[in-house]
């Protein structure tokens, strides 16, 4: 089994700052995509970027220019650092990572979800 646990979301002002972590382990042998995910109160899952193993990147519109998705290999994880927040990024924020394991099977997983509140 694998496991993805986000860390680094809580409670910021309009305007602040937040990094969020997500930590994959398990029999792993390596990791393709990693990308982070977010559901609003009332609103579907929807993608808020992805970067792949190589380091290219993409990101939601409405994020782009505030939000940068990074990753480090060495340590299985993926990070989100937000700029800029509105209240309208207030949401859960999932993990989600494409995953060959140590056998050569591939699998996909989700995190648990990190609650991200943007209020004054």
């Known amino acids: 089994q694998v496991q993805l646990v986000e860390s680094g979301g809580g409670l910021v002002q309009p305007g602040g700052s937040l990094r969020l972590s997500c930590a994959a382990s398990?029999?792993?042998?390596?990791?393709?995509?990693m990308a982070w995910y977010r559901r609003a109160p009332g609103k579907q899952r929807e993608l808020v970027a992805a970067?792949?193993?190589?380091?290219?990147?993409n990101y939601a519109d409405s994020v782009k220019g505030r939000f940068t998705i990074s990753r480090d290999n060495a340590k299985n994880t993926v990070y989100l650092h937000m700029n800029s927040l509105k209240p309208e990024d207030t949401a859960v924020y999932y993990c989600n990572a494409d995953i060959t394991m140590n056998w050569g099977s591939y699998h996909n997983y989700w995190g648990q979800g990190t609650q991200v509140t943007v209020s004054s």
């Open positions: 398990g029999s792993i042998r390596s990791i393709n995509a």
């Open positions: 970067i792949t193993s190589g380091g290219s990147t």
